[in-house]
């Protein structure tokens, strides 16, 4: 099966906390570089974080310290824990893999965060 599936997205005040998930097969996660993305309103997509297959992680300089990835193969998936979140922190947030010959999109989860 090659897809993702994000879930876990939602509406919080700024400061609160949201735990995004992506489910994918377990060969997604053996053979591929995972990521998350987000797109704010009028705003290019960008990189969130990045977890490699050897399970080391980084971040944009913009969530570090209040974002963390994690990877569960047990149960094919990856999540993202959010916390402190900022009102600059909504938009559409997506789940990427990158694999030898191909990439992978989920369709996305909206964050909405509110002051």
């Known amino acids: 099966q090659m897809q993702l599936v994000e879930s876990g997205g939602g509406s919080v005040q700024a400061g609160g906390s949201l735990k995004l998930s992506c489910t994918a097969a377990?060969?997604?996660?053996?053979?591929?570089?995972m990521s998350w993305h987000r797109q704010a309103p009028g705003k290019e997509r960008e990189l969130v974080s990045s977890?490699?297959?050897?399970?080391?992680?980084s971040y944009v300089d913009s969530v570090k310290g209040r974002f963390t990835s994690s990877q569960d193969k047990e149960k094919n998936q990856m999540y993202l824990h959010m916390s402190n979140l900022k009102t600059e922190d909504t938009g559409v947030y997506y789940c990427?893999?990158?694999?030898?010959?191909?990439?992978?999109w989920g369709m996305g989860t909206q964050v909405t965060v509110s002051s």
């Open positions: 377990r060969h997604i996660f053996n053979m591929c570089r």
């Open positions: 990427r893999a990158d694999c030898p010959s191909f990439g992978l």
């Open positions: 977890l490699g297959r050897d399970g080391t992680t």
